[in-house]
């Protein structure tokens, strides 16, 4: 039962590490359609 347990969460683990992945890439694609990056930065400093 504990190796059962150990495949699931290693399953868990390597599908949370594939979500973030694509969390990543989607934000660097939202950053280009929308251009958050070409906003120019605070400068009332």
Do not use: S
Request: hydrophobic share 40%.
């Amino acid at each position: 039962m504990d190796a059962r347990f150990d495949r699931i969460e290693a399953r868990l683990d390597h599908m949370e590490h594939q979500f973030n992945r694509l969390q990543g890439k989607m934000e660097v694609i939202l950053k280009a359609i929308i251009g958050l990056g070409d906003l120019p930065e605070d400068e009332t400093e």
